[in-house]
């Protein structure tokens, strides 16, 4: 065996114990049965006010403004007290308890994204902060090229939750392994400026392990002013995920 093998192999037995153990200390978490009606009540409401101020405009709407429409609306109706309160429950629970260890991006469930801040890329239907985020985008799509699109920008809370939402609903509940993909409405770095891009014409494939094969994720990493948020083995407990684009 020559060298290298043999540090792979210690490494990858590490890094599979290090998962081991923290499965030990954190069994799954499931959606409780008393929970369940109220979580498919939110996602249906979230849905519903998604198609009523569209997609775009969902990437970017408030809570506030979330129970306003719905309020409005009588095909959607106003958040009940119990949806209200699972909703705080889950925008305020430490989401250690399911293996997640990033940082709290959003404070309050109330702070609202400033409209005058944001730039919609136009064919996307997603917004990314001027500035910053702005400037790496266009950089990033000048250096690759005309293949590499913006797949997902800012998300509010709201839509964070309802992502997050999903991901627990095709997980069959399981909300420790949601997690691990999309992250708990307050702790998404989509809020506070980072981004995904994608292949163009690529769809959902954009957003597996084999985006880190296309030729557009290869020439993405040769810039020496990109870095990604989620390696392999981050240590806020994420999957890798080769799209995301880190931003501060
Ligand atoms: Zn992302």
């Known amino acids: ?19 081991q153990a923290d499965e030990l200390k954190h069994p799954d978490i499931w959606l409780k049965d008393d929970q369940k009606a109220v979580f498919e009540s939110v996602i249906k409401k979230l849905d519903m006010v998604e198609r009523t101020v569209g997609y775009a405009k969902f990437n970017l709407i408030s809570f506030d403004e979330t129970l306003k429409i719905a309020k409005n609306y009588p095909k959607i109706g106003a958040f009940t007290p119990a949806e209200i309160a699972y ?19 959003i404070e309050n469930l109330s702070d609202a994204i400033n409209e005058k801040e944001v730039i919609k890329i136009d064919g996307t239907g997603h917004y990314v902060y001027r500035g910053h985020s702005q400037e790496l985008l266009v950089r990033i799509m000048k250096d690759v090229g005309k293949t590499i699109i913006l797949t997902s920008g800012i998300r509010s809370s709201m839509k964070q939750l309802s992502l997050h939402l999903d991901k627990i609903k095709s997980e069959n509940g399981n909300i420790t ?19 995904d891009v994608g292949k163009k014409g690529w769809g959902h494939q954009n957003f597996t392990a084999n985006f880190a094969r296309t030729e557009e994720f290869w020439n993405l990493q040769k810039l020496s002013y990109v870095s990604m948020r989620y390696t392999i083995g981050n240590g806020d407990g994420v999957r890798f995920e080769p799209w995301h684009v880190k931003i501060v």
Do not use: C, N, W
Request: aromatic share 16%; proline share 5%; hydrophobic share 40%.
């Open 177 to 195: 392994v949601a997690s691990r993909s999309l992250v708990p409405p307050a702790y998404s770095y989509h809020s506070v400026g980072d981004f």
């Open 1 to 19: 065996m020559i060298r290298r093998d043999f540090l792979g192999l210690v490494g990858a037995t590490l890094v599979g114990s290090l998962a």
């Open 87 to 105: 909703i705080e429950e889950v925008f305020y629970t430490d989401p250690a308890i399911y293996g997640f260890y990033g940082k709290r991006t």
